[in-house]
């Protein structure tokens, strides 16, 4: 069932597996969140030192997985959507940007917000919908952003961020600021008004915008094959005269290598590129969906084969940095930084009742602090409790 | 007759009309082979073929424009929207084309579609998985829109729908899918779009509600016998149609109204109900009159439960209104 | 001070500003080059160059999609969507991105965007080029939307709206964009959003109004006066938020409303005028309250005269609300 | 400024001017509209016989943008979009349909309207928005359609038609109707979502359609070039694995071989084609509109060189079939049909006042009912004047 994988158009050279690099060992960064490990901006080969980093926050990423289906099964959490499979592809995508680039995530890039610096802690603030949650409990777990951290707060309606970031592109561009955009999206989302609108005006404008799609062979219940009849979803590109280059997600390298070399493209003005990042959803759509009802295990075991943090460990272990031994042992101690970090945060109380009349707009209009006010009558009437 | 959840009498309508009418046919995202993410097509795709239940692509835009092209054919397409929260991509097609295909041919081109979409909160779906917008639809000529809150209603309201020859956006609560449960009938029995349901007679105070409202707008009214007040409940059941008849009919005997929704107040539906009574019932009003409502805000996800509208808060306007005047 | 019409007002409050602030912005098809098709950008490609001034691809999408991460980043985008009848397109963007933004991030990410549109009937446009559908707007939390209807307002007004930090849907009365001629100050002199204008004082009934309705509701006021009524005429402007005092306080005073606008009637933005007055003045009103609007209709074309409200139907509604009671 | 005209893509052979006919004579059919001259179904060329009609069916289209453009400047019709420029592209494509096809128009699509047999008192109808109009006095002139003629009522938003017409061609097939539908839309569309739409769908369901898009050259002011940074319309094709063809929309013989292969392959099940008709709009956009404010006179004087209608005159004269006194002639008795026609509709009485409350549904509600009830009393009394 592997999806053949082939570099198209744009980008000459071909995406094989980079020499074994030597002479370096795996530095772990101590905290849960490893820190952007800055290599030079002109790079586009990983650095032999972050590739350590790298594999740490894929492993965080799928503990974290594992944990938060445990505990939406026990009710402690209300919805989570799984990011296993894609892993490499969002580690190490961005990973080759720079703090300042602006992302634009959906609802599935908990491996990005890894690498943005996102800590945990605040992963589960959001996810409980406490007090402490940047969001103020007002999305569903999945949903957040970090403006100091460059990523934007993410919605459940597919597709909308594509061309949000091609606007911001422009407004960096205008600002003189040197940086890039990235929307990351799923094949599904190609589908969208706002890939339609995000490519066509990506291409028109020239915007510095790295278009980011991790197909990961389903949309929900719908097969790649039948969410368009387009031979690549890189060949979409032509559309919008947008150069499109199809990587295999499950490699570190050529993942990084492709968005290096896009975001120096848009950078350079030489305009946006289309990243077809092929994955595999290992996991549920989320945990509202039973993946038994449309696809079979074969094809899941078939692409469990590729998973990209074994195949990540197989390099490292090959290149003689690293055992089964120390693997279990960094296992156990990523385990543990979660556990704390719900234990912090399960522990804090939840929003403040009157908090979601807030930021509909910049100040509460006059019918708002009536509301808000009526609320407050009733939340001591007990007519409504938190 | 069987006892079955709302969500399965949906599935059974859709059943019997795709049995009674081959020209019948449903599209829209995972209502095939996944059987809709609520299940509400759940087996049809096995029953009638994939000529019939269509798994689309990712695109609102599509399922709409694509099921009024059908219908201009002559076919009877029902499209379902995952959640209402996700129309929008397909907004234009509904209010542009959809709802002015009839008109703007001067009759020549009906189009008979039916948009199915789980609308509302209480699923902690927060912001995007919980809106009640029927207030854009309803505003929108040349669309019906339809609501039901029992089984039997889903059942027979639907296949009224699906047989009707104007487009209908049909609004299915989501939030009592599974916890509302009641007989349906067999076999292509429908309810009249147009009128009101009258869940309870009352002589002091009219609530209107619909949806997902009617179950804690049936325990306030309950509730108030005991504030000593007798409370008529009506289900609206169709907003567009309005069954302005029963509306007014009932206001002139109790002379007060109570308007119930979950969606946001400012401008919403509730807000037509009080202005028709403010024109053609005024002079039997003896009260202000009450909406009870979402607040004025997105939908919340961590504090829901207070934006929805629930058996207390009705209860306290209903006597309230019933002190007031 | 010069006398300039209402699109000319427009025109010089998008200078201002664009002088003023270098993050101002502006975007949407025919713009540049042609100036906007009602020449409402006129001449401000030439001075303010084609990085500000952007004309963009046909996609009202890309159009807001595009404002809203322009906004994101910290940039003022002006949006101008050609007729209000094309904006459905972009109705996702808007209900679902640039009306929640600042919601969903906790206050992290405003969306400073103006989305300017001409709309409204009267230019013998038909179904697609007359729309009144701000109701959508309205009912939509975390959208402002602003109406003028003299050019000294649209200066005010627009000044106000580039520089509020929500989100504002400005809707232009395209009718009465040549038609209406006024002074607008120099510099930038803001009209506060969120405060209604008193249009001529009267004690006998309260008339609201908006837009391109506010020449046929002063005539008709001024006629009324034939008939011993004296009317007091008010022109919301800014339809959210809404100046609500001064919508109770009138009715107080008067005791009679009558509300005038060119949408549709059923669940447009009159209906919550008269549901608000129902609850909070109830025991002022001593008479029905009265809406003059369009008909519940798509907006026709050979006979749009009889589709919009006019001076002698709105007359009619005046002395009628003050006999009845 | 001539845009190079190219063939891209699945259809092999190149669309060069066939030979000139010979053993025919041009044969007018004498009434207004041309009625179609049925030719068998798999030709691919224009039957000898048929180019007559042809002819006179595109110098009928362009006196009647004559006609509505003076009558507009009279204040005798309130709008019009003129088709100048495009009538071999649209007769010619209308031309190579069966009459069972549907199409789906713009609203510029007058030539493709006179083929499909609309009258020139039905569009005078339309244009007065009289009580003889099948509209109904409901739509600006140009948005017209005709059940009974496989013609749907346009409307103006761009591009709704495109999905639409998808719908349609899936029903007929359902319904095993031998049949194609064929959207008519312009450049500016392609940016449009339901093009998006309509072409993905198209391409996953493998539908029998006909995407007819008139490229020409602007979307009111934007040029071509600014709209998609694609290289040509066709190549959008390839985002949705549907073939792209591009022709010379002012040569009638390249544009029906284009349709008549499209026609064919859709009805064998192999799907749709994009069509990418090259044209220029040699008017206005419309009547609202001012081309001097944005392309230079010297444009417009090149692709006049290339006037469709002078193209087939002089194929027909070369070929010896006609004569400029000939031509002369037929400019005449067209234009007098075009006046009695006018004369006729003009004095058909206005729309009923009251016909503007019906077909908002099938029947009217009680509170359509009882708005017409109050707008009879409001004419009565004087208050309304239709
Ligand atoms: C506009 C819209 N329509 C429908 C949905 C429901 N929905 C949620 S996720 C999803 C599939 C998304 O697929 P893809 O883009 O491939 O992303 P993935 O979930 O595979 O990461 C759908 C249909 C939605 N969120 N938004
Ligand atoms: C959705 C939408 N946005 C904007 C408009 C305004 N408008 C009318 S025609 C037009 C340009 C259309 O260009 P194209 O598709 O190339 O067709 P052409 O007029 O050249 O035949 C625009 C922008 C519209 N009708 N619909
Ligand atoms: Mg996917
Ligand atoms: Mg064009």
């Known amino acids: 069932m ?26 772990f960064v101590p905290q849960s969140v490893p820190g952007r490990v800055v290599t030079a901006a002109s790079a586009t080969e990983i650095a032999p030192e972050d590739l350590g980093p790298i594999y740490r926050t894929m492993l965080l990423a799928r503990s974290l997985d594992e944990r938060c289906l445990a505990m939406q099964r026990q009710g402690r959490i209300g919805f989570y959507a799984p990011v296993m499979g894609q892993e490499a592809a969002q580690v190490a995508g961005a990973w080759a940007l720079d703090p300042a680039d602006w992302v634009f995530p959906a609802y599935r890039e908990l491996g990005v917000a890894l690498v943005r610096g996102v800590t945990l802690d605040e992963l589960f603030d959001q996810f409980f919908g406490n007090s402490a949650d940047r969001m103020k409990g007002r999305q569903m777990p999945n949903h957040y952003g970090y403006r100091d951290r460059n990523f934007v707060v993410g919605s459940s309606p597919i597709g909308t961020q594509i061309i949000q970031a091609v606007g911001a592109a422009l407004a960096a ?32 404008f020239q915007a510095p915008t790295i278009f980011f799609c991790q197909n990961n062979g389903w949309a929900i219940s719908l097969p790649r094959s039948r969410q368009t009849a387009a031979k690549t979803l890189a060949d979409k590109g032509v559309a919008y005269g947008v150069p499109g280059v199809v990587v295999d997600g499950n490699d570190v390298h050529q993942v990084f290598r492709a968005v290096r070399e896009a975001r120096a493209r848009a950078l350079s003005g030489a305009g946006p590129t289309l990243i077809e990042v ?20 074969a094809e899941v075991a078939e692409w469990k084969k590729q998973d990209p943090i074994g195949r990540l460990k197989h390099e490292l272990i090959e290149a003689g940095q690293w055992s089964e031994d120390q693997d279990a042992k960094l296992l156990e101690e990523v385990r543990a930084e979660i556990s704390a970090a719900v234990t912090r945060t399960e522990a804090i109380g939840p929003a403040d009742p009157l908090s979601f009349l807030d ?19 009733m939340l001591h009437s007990g007519l409504v409790k938190p | ?97 959809l709802a002015k295909f009839r008109y703007r041919s001067g009759g020549q081109y009906p189009c008979h579609v039916v948009i199915r979409s789980p609308y509302g909160g209480g699923i902690k779906g927060g912001l995007y998985h919980s809106q009640s917008t029927e ?46 449960t009641g007989e349906v009938p067999e076999g292509d029995q429908r309810v009249p779009i147009g009128r009101a349901r009258t869940v309870r007679e009352g002589t002091d105070v ?23 007040v007798s409370a008529e409940l009506i289900d609206l059941r169709t907003l567009v149609p309005l069954d302005a008849g029963a509306v007014l009919a009932s206001v002139e005997k109790t002379g007060r109204a109570v308007i119930v929704h979950e969606a946001a107040r400012f401008c919403g539906y509730g807000a037509e109900i ?19 409502t979402g607040f004025d805000t997105p939908f919340p996800y961590a504090l829901e439960n207070l934006y929805l509208p629930n058996a207390a808060r009705i209860r306290q306007a209903i006597v309230d209104t019933v002190r007031a005047g």
Chains 1, 4 share one sequence.
């Open chain 1, 2 to 27: 592997r999806r053949k994988v082939r570099t198209v158009r744009f980008l000459a050279q071909s995406y094989n597996r980079p020499p074994a690099p030597s002479g370096w060992a795996l530095s």
């Open chain 1, 173 to 204: 561009r205008r600002r003189k600021d040197p940086i890039v955009t990235i929307p990351f999206f799923g094949d599904g989302a190609t589908s969208s008004n706002d890939f339609h609108a995000g490519l066509n005006f990506g291409g028109v």
């Open chain 1, 278 to 297: 092929q994955v595999y959803r290992l996991g549920a759509h989320s945990t509202s969906d039973d993946p038994h009802r449309y696809r079979t295990d």
């Open chain 1, 359 to 377: 930021d509909v707009f910049a100040t509460r209009t006059l019918q708002l602090d009536e509301q808000r006010h009526q609320l407050e009558e």
């Open chain 2, 1 to 97: 007759m069987t006892e079955v959840t709302l969500v399965q009498a949906v599935n059974r309508a859709l059943r019997t009309a795709m049995s009674a009418d081959p020209e019948v046919l449903l599209l829209g995202e995972d209502i095939g082979v996944n059987g809709g993410v609520f299940r509400a097509t759940e087996g049809l795709l096995k029953d009638f073929g994939a000529d019939r239940v269509i798994d689309t692509p990712l695109s609102e835009t599509g399922i709409v424009g694509a099921a009024v092209g059908m219908a201009l054919y002559g076919l009877k397409p029902v499209a379902e929207i995952q959640f209402l929260d996700f129309i929008y991509p397909g907004f234009d097609q509904i209010v542009s084309e």
């Open chain 2, 135 to 180: 207030a854009y639809f309803a505003h929108t000529a040349g669309l019906k829109v339809v609501v039901p809150s029992t089984p039997a209603d889903a059942y027979g309201l639907l296949l009224s729908s699906i047989f009707d020859p104007d487009p209908v956006i049909f609004l299915e609560p989501k939030r009592i899918y599974r916890t509302v």
């Open chain 2, 206 to 228: 009219s609530v209107f509600a619909y949806g997902a409202m009617i179950p804690p707008a049936t325990e306030a009214c309950q509730a108030a016998e005991a504030d000593g």
């Open chain 2, 274 to 292: 009080a202005a028709i009574l403010a024109e053609k019932a005024f002079f039997s009003l003896k009260a202000p009159i009450h909406r009870v």
